[in-house]
C-alpha cells in the first residue's frame, strides 16, 4: 500500500484541518472484547503515519480507562493530532453495568476536569455532549459547554445523537463543530433531518460506526460469533433471525468490492466517504480498528471512487436492515425526530 497520507477536511466553519477519516478508540480498552496494548499503540501511530489526525474517545468506554490508555500517544504527538472526548454517560448509582444520561451543570464540569486529568492535556480539542438528557434544557447544556470554551478548557464543541431541531437549538448558543451519529450502510436515518441541517449550519458529520460495528467487513455472521462480554451480542442487528437476514445483505457489498479488488469494509467506508460529495457537507467517519494492517486497509478506502451503478446497487441495502441499532432507540436521534 502507498504510504501517501489522506485527504483532509475541516471540522466545522472554524474548527481544526483532520485527515478526512479519523480512528475511533473504544475498542482498545472496552465493549468489543480483549485487546492487546501493544497492537493497539502500534496502530495509533500506523493512523498518525497515514494522516489520520481525528482520534475519538470518551469518558465512558471504560470508566476513564480509554482515555488514559491515549494519554501517552497524545503527550508525544500533541501538535499532530485532534483529540475528541465526551461527556453525559454516567454510571448508574445502584447498578455499575448500567449507564445513565446526564447534562447538568455540575456533572459537565465534573467531567470535563476528569478527562483533562486522565488525557493529562490542558485544553480538549473536541468536546462532545455523549447523549441529550431530555430533562434538561439543550441551550443550558450547551451555554456551560461554550463556557468551557470561553475558560480555555474546550476548543470546540460537538453533539452525538441530536435531531435537527436539537441541533439549530444547540446551534444558536454556540457553534458546534461537528455531530456524531451512525451512519453507514445499515443506518441512514440521519439522512431525511440531521444532515440537511447540519449542511445548512456549516457542521461537519463524524459518522460512528460506519462499518456497522464491524458487520459490514463480514468479520462475523452472528453475535454468537463474538468473544463473551462483546456488547454486539446484546444488539437486535446481530442476534437471531435478524443476523441471518442482514448477512444476505452482505452480497452485493461483494459484487461492488471484487469489481475493486477490494474488501469488503473498504467498500462500505467509501460509500460512507462518499456521502460527501452526495450531501455537500464535510464528512469525517471515524471507523475503530486495534490493528495497524486494518487502520492502513481504512485509510485507502478513502481513495476508493464507487460508480453511479455501484451506489445503485448499494442503495436498497438500509431499507432491507433488520432490527434496531439499539434495543432502545429513545436515547438516538431517531428515537427523537
Same mark, same amino acid.
Request: proline share 5%; aromatic share 6%; hydrophobic share 40%.
Given at each position: 500500500?502507498? &504510504?501517501?497520507?489522506?485527504?483532509?477536511?475541516?471540522? /466545522?466553519?472554524?474548527?481544526?484541518?483532520?485527515?478526512?477519516?479519523?480512528?475511533?478508540?473504544?475498542?482498545?480498552?472496552?465493549? +468489543?472484547?480483549?485487546? &492487546?496494548?501493544?497492537?493497539?499503540?502500534?496502530?495509533?501511530?500506523?493512523?498518525?503515519?497515514?494522516?489520520?489526525?481525528? +482520534? &475519538?474517545?470518551? %469518558?465512558? +468506554?471504560?470508566? /476513564?480507562? =480509554?482515555?488514559?490508555?491515549?494519554?501517552?500517544? @497524545?503527550?508525544?504527538?500533541?501538535?499532530?493530532?485532534?483529540?475528541?472526548?465526551? @461527556?453525559?454517560?454516567?454510571?448508574?448509582? %445502584?447498578?455499575?453495568?448500567?449507564?445513565?444520561?446526564?447534562?447538568?451543570?455540575?456533572?459537565?464540569?465534573?467531567?470535563?476536569?476528569?478527562?483533562?486529568?486522565?488525557?493529562?492535556?490542558?485544553?480538549?480539542?473536541?468536546?462532545?455532549? $455523549?447523549?441529550?438528557?431530555?430533562?434538561?434544557?439543550?441551550?443550558?447544556?450547551?451555554?456551560?459547554?461554550?463556557?468551557?470554551?470561553?475558560?480555555?478548557?474546550?476548543?470546540?464543541?460537538?453533539?452525538?445523537?441530536?435531531?435537527?431541531?436539537?441541533?439549530?437549538?444547540?446551534?444558536?448558543? $454556540?457553534?458546534? *463543530?461537528?455531530?456524531?451519529?451512525?451512519?453507514?450502510?445499515?443506518?441512514?436515518? #440521519?439522512?431525511? $433531518?440531521?444532515?440537511?441541517?447540519?449542511?445548512?449550519?456549516?457542521?461537519?458529520?463524524?459518522?460512528?460506526?460506519?462499518?456497522?460495528?464491524?458487520?459490514?467487513?463480514?468479520? @462475523?455472521?452472528?453475535?454468537?460469533?463474538?468473544?463473551?462480554?462483546?456488547?454486539?451480542?446484546?444488539?437486535?442487528?446481530?442476534?437471531?433471525?435478524?443476523?441471518?437476514? =442482514?448477512? *444476505?445483505?452482505? &452480497?452485493?457489498?461483494?459484487?461492488?468490492?471484487? *469489481?475493486?479488488?477490494?474488501?469488503?469494509?473498504? #467498500?462500505?467506508?467509501?460509500?460512507?466517504?462518499?456521502?460527501?460529495?452526495? $450531501? /455537500?457537507?464535510?464528512?469525517?467517519?471515524?471507523?475503530?480498528?486495534?490493528?495497524?494492517?486494518?487502520?492502513?486497509?481504512?485509510?485507502?478506502?478513502?481513495?476508493?471512487?464507487?460508480?453511479?451503478?455501484?451506489?445503485?446497487?448499494?442503495?436498497?441495502?438500509?431499507?432491507?436492515?433488520? /432490527?434496531?441499532? +439499539?434495543?432502545?432507540?429513545?436515547?438516538?436521534?431517531?428515537?427523537?425526530?
Amino acid at each position: 500500500m502507498k &504510504d501517501s497520507r489522506i485527504a483532509t477536511a475541516r471540522l /466545522g466553519v472554524q474548527g481544526p484541518e483532520v485527515g478526512v477519516q479519523g480512528l475511533g478508540c473504544m475498542a482498545m480498552s472496552f465493549a +468489543y472484547g480483549p485487546s &492487546d496494548a501493544g497492537e493497539s499503540r502500534a496502530t495509533l501511530e500506523r493512523a498518525l503515519e497515514l494522516g489520520v489526525t481525528l +482520534y &475519538d474517545t470518551a %469518558d465512558a +468506554y471504560g470508566a /476513564g480507562e =480509554n482515555e488514559k490508555f491515549l494519554a501517552p500517544f @497524545f503527550k508525544a504527538h500533541r501538535d499532530e493530532v485532534v483529540i475528541a472526548t465526551k @461527556f453525559g454517560l454516567a454510571i448508574h448509582p %445502584d447498578d455499575p453495568t448500567k449507564r445513565i444520561i446526564r447534562n447538568d451543570t455540575p456533572y459537565i464540569r465534573q467531567c470535563v476536569e476528569a478527562s483533562l486529568k486522565r488525557l493529562d492535556v490542558e485544553a480538549i480539542d473536541l468536546y462532545y455532549m $455523549h447523549r441529550r438528557d431530555v430533562d434538561v434544557p439543550l441551550e443550558e447544556t450547551v451555554a456551560v459547554m461554550a463556557e468551557l470554551v470561553r475558560e480555555g478548557k474546550v476548543k470546540h464543541l460537538g453533539l452525538s445523537e441530536v435531531t435537527a431541531t436539537e441541533l439549530r437549538a444547540a446551534h444558536a448558543v $454556540h457553534p458546534i *463543530a461537528a455531530v456524531q451519529s451512525e451512519w453507514s450502510l445499515f443506518s441512514r436515518d #440521519i439522512e431525511t $433531518h440531521v444532515v440537511p441541517a447540519a449542511r445548512e449550519l456549516g457542521v461537519t458529520l463524524v459518522p460512528y460506526s460506519p462499518l456497522g460495528r464491524g458487520f459490514l467487513t463480514g468479520s @462475523f455472521a452472528k453475535a454468537e460469533d463474538l468473544t463473551a462480554g462483546d456488547f454486539r451480542r446484546q444488539q437486535p442487528r446481530y442476534t437471531g433471525e435478524n443476523a441471518v437476514a =442482514n448477512a *444476505a445483505l452482505l &452480497d452485493p457489498i461483494r459484487t461492488v468490492a471484487e *469489481a475493486h479488488g477490494a474488501a469488503l469494509g473498504q #467498500i462500505a467506508l467509501a460509500w460512507v466517504q462518499q456521502r460527501a460529495s452526495v $450531501h /455537500g457537507l464535510p464528512i469525517v467517519p471515524i471507523p475503530g480498528t486495534r490493528k495497524p494492517a486494518r487502520v492502513e486497509e481504512n485509510a485507502a478506502a478513502t481513495r476508493i471512487v464507487l460508480g453511479e451503478e455501484e451506489l445503485a446497487l448499494l442503495e436498497p441495502i438500509a431499507a432491507k436492515v433488520s /432490527g434496531n441499532r +439499539y434495543t432502545d432507540m429513545s436515547f438516538t436521534s431517531a428515537g427523537r425526530e
